[in-house]
């Protein structure tokens, strides 16, 4: 049998089933006479309420774990809302020549189309988890009782959720260890830990936590009680047993993250053609002309899940042989006159656009520091790691709220953390664009610590 790389296509899914989803939309209208005065008006409208509704109504957060009543729920609830607003066009816009009951005849036909292809694509992924072995999730389980009993069973006996049972530890049996669980869980790429909160001591469950942040795996539990719920978790049933995950991280939703890579593109493209297109000819004279060397700086960075990327900027120091070792400090020796302007105002920054572009990096997001230093700072800064749950920014929320340059104490970088990992879990388009509004705000005032 043909196995599958786990994950693989997994991200096209919910982009897709959109596009699909657009296409019967739009085309559907053109098989009824509806008597509409503007089409590309009409088209427009529907396209973008429609989008606004599922992202609203999170039409496409469809899970593995869904039950069939809750997906014909959400399509019940979305056709509800699309409704109104379809029939809103004649009043808002003022049609009414427009044939109410073509209109009906529409939306119904629409939705006859969109969930018989919601269920459609609902089985085939089953199917293809099931039978053909993709869009799996390896997974272990720590503790023994009837609940990791019931989970491990569902495990084996729902392929369709796409889960593959690797082994369970059991913490009442001697010579147990979480060491050697972490152990197992890193040599067997293990993607999800399960674990029962019941059996595992305060301390456990911490070293656990950290593990986890710190070694990007996805922690969840299974709670012994309903005290727990008055945490913000994750929850979610498998069957009719409550799994809590401990970090929920927007980005990981193909929704949110298409929007982000949206704008990306879209922001990183304005700078790159009106900027960059006339600035960097003029940098490149002046960076020439003070001293020798590439105009442009290339340092190898850690990006998303740890991967290391060229990281590019405008040079602003003399090249020297340990630029990848240690940060700019205030009245650095190497920095240019030149540098020293482009730093102050951070146009030393901007060719890192193209790596946006690239899609190394977005335009928000955990800045990137250097291999050497992530290497220091994974071993030294508690949950350091969760940073690289997300593609790295040019800039982000540390920046923004006073933590951006040299790092002078561990203060600076834990406060940087815990900024960051903030961001990660608090993800919005909104949060994206404010602080990309208030870094361009400082880059005019200045900053204290851009040097």
């Given at each position: 049998m043909k196995t599958f790389k786990p994950n693989r296509y997994s991200g096209l899914i919910k982009p897709i089933s959109i596009i699909i989803d657009m296409i019967i939309l739009c085309s559907s209208v053109f098989l009824f006479e509806i008597n509409f005065q503007h089409r590309l008006l009409f088209l427009s409208y529907l396209s973008i309420l429609w989008l606004v509704i599922s992202f609203y109504n999170r039409f496409y957060e469809v899970q593995r774990s869904t039950k069939i009543v809750q997906l014909l729920t959400l399509i019940l609830k979305q056709t509800v809302l699309f409704a109104i607003v379809l029939y809103a066009f004649i009043g808002f816009f003022k049609q009414p020549n427009i044939s109410r009951i073509n209109l009906g005849n529409y939306l119904f036909f629409v939705f006859v189309l969109i969930t018989v292809f919601k269920f459609l694509t609902f089985f085939l992924l089953n199917k293809y988890r099931s039978i053909l072995g993709g869009n799996i999730r390896l997974v272990v389980v720590i503790g023994k009782n009837e609940k990791t009993r019931q989970l491990i069973k569902i495990f084996k006996t729902r392929p369709e959720f796409g889960y593959k049972f690797m082994s369970q530890f059991s913490v009442r049996e001697e010579g147990f260890s979480l060491s050697k669980c972490f152990d197992y869980i890193i040599d067997n790429d293990i993607n999800e830990i399960y674990f029962s909160v019941a059996e595992l001591s305060?301390?456990?469950?911490?070293?656990?936590?950290?593990?986890?942040?710190?070694?990007?795996?996805?922690?969840?539990?299974?709670?012994?009680?309903?005290?727990?719920?008055?945490?913000?978790?994750?929850?979610?049933?498998?069957?009719?047993?409550?799994?809590?995950?401990?970090?929920?991280?927007?980005?990981?939703?193909?929704?949110?993250?298409?929007?982000?890579?949206?704008?990306?593109?879209?922001?990183?493209?304005?700078?790159?053609?009106?900027?960059?297109?006339?600035?960097?000819?003029?940098?490149?004279?002046?960076?020439?002309?003070?001293?020798?060397?590439?105009?442009?700086?290339?340092?190898?960075?850690?990006?998303?899940?740890?991967?290391?990327?060229?990281?590019?900027?405008?040079?602003?120091?003399?090249?020297?042989?340990?630029?990848?070792?240690?940060?700019?400090?205030?009245?650095?020796?190497?920095?240019?006159?030149?540098?020293?302007?482009?730093?102050?105002?951070?146009?030393?920054?901007?060719?890192?656009?193209?790596?946006?572009?690239?899609g190394d990096m977005s335009v928000v997001g955990p800045r990137p520091h250097m291999v050497s230093h992530t290497n220091m700072y994974a071993r030294r800064i508690d949950k350091f790691m969760v940073r690289h749950f997300v593609k790295p920014g040019i800039t982000g929320l540390a920046q923004v709220s006073g933590f951006r340059g040299e790092i002078e104490t561990d203060k600076d970088i834990i406060n940087r953390v815990k900024y960051d990992i903030f961001y990660v879990e608090n993800w919005s388009l909104l949060l994206d664009i404010k602080i990309t509004v208030q870094t361009f705000i400082n880059a005019l005032k200045g900053e204290k610590k851009a040097y």
């Open positions: 305060n301390k456990q469950i911490n070293e656990l936590i950290d593990f986890a942040d710190n070694n990007l795996r996805e922690l969840k539990f299974i709670p012994d009680n309903k005290e727990i719920f008055s945490k913000k978790l994750k929850y979610e049933y498998y069957d009719y047993i409550p799994v809590l995950s401990l970090r929920n991280i927007p980005l990981q939703e193909s929704l949110n993250k298409y929007v982000k890579r949206l704008f990306d593109i879209l922001f990183s493209l304005f700078i790159i053609v009106f900027i960059l297109s006339w600035l960097t000819p003029l940098l490149a004279i002046l960076i020439k002309i003070e001293s020798k060397g590439p105009v442009f700086f290339k340092q190898s960075r850690n990006g998303f899940n740890y991967k290391e990327f060229d990281c590019y900027k405008f040079r602003s120091m003399t090249p020297n042989k340990n630029a990848h070792l240690h940060q700019a400090t205030k009245g650095d020796a190497r920095v240019t006159k030149v540098g020293a302007f482009i730093r102050k105002t951070s146009i030393d920054e901007l060719p890192q656009f193209f790596n946006v572009l690239f």
